[in-house]
């Protein structure tokens, strides 16, 4: 039986204040941990494996939402809502984090730094983390194609869809990666965020409740235990690493656990959920900045790992007004945009 999107999901709002923190807590890892003992490092590679469902879940709350509800996207509908606004924010902070690493690693800023920077943000050099904008784009442009689809289809025949996909992203490159191998068979589409974009929709719609907290909580436990197993055989052989990693079936089912337990459990603090949810795409672009500006002080936990939950507060603190005032100054640049798209259709 099909849900309907008629209430407010505040688990959502709750599971995208997780992400938000969950990827400051990957990117602090990734940021202070460059000269630690082999021990912190290890430690810190199963920590930055088991945090791996946040972006995914990021995927899972947008598909849900989008493809589930009762509205008919057309490009124009995905253009003015969705990709405008994300296109605005991959030209103007990812040229701003371009300019800021280029200023940085050559010390001097000129016009051919600046074009450079511009540069680098067209072809997807700025910082790492952008990617996720890029892909998003991506995503809002298959919508309109796929969400008719998906909402005509019938139980088992998205089952099907989403099997297929799991196999080509996931059991294939496991398998190719512990044999050696290269096994030819694939999809046109063969990018685990397209999984996670319909299985979003498919967790929202087609999933029952769960009854009992224990098989949730259990599934986790376990992804957890085989996720920091094989990162420590990675550590080892790489060919376990796709397994622990992003590409891990395990990072799929601690997702699915985790969205499931806060479906069933999340009510409250609702306000506060509904306040800081919006701002999670903010500090999600916004974080970066401020783990860098630590590093260059000399801040981070790599002799006292104790300061490492400290500075994922803190950093969460500061993104979360920065995303504020961030939002504010996109809404500004949509409105002018969209001032000037308007002027160019009345010629």
Known sequence: ???????YYVHLDFLRILSAVMVIAIHCLITITDETPFTHAAAANIIHNILNFSVPMFLIITGGLLMSNEKEYT?????????????????????AFALLELVVTYRTVNLNILLTSVLYMLTGRSFDHMWYLYTLIGLYLITPVFKPFLKSAPKRRVECFLLALFVVNYVFPCVNSIFDISIAFTLPITKWPIFYYIYGYYLMVHTADLKKAFPAVAVIIVSICCIAALSVLGTADERFEPIAGQGSPFIIAIVTAVYLLARKHVTAPRKIYSLLSPLALGIYIIHPVFIHIFRFAGISANEYPYLY???????????????????AVLHFAMRQASKILAKLRAR
């Open 1 to 7: 039986m099909q849900k309907t999107h008629s209430h």
């Open 75 to 95: 490009y124009k509908d995905m253009l003015k809502k969705y990709i405008l606004r994300a296109l605005l924010s991959i030209i103007v902070f990812g040229t």
């Open 309 to 327: 939950p400290v500075l994922i507060a803190v950093v969460f603190v500061l993104a979360t007004a920065a995303s504020y005032a961030m939002n």
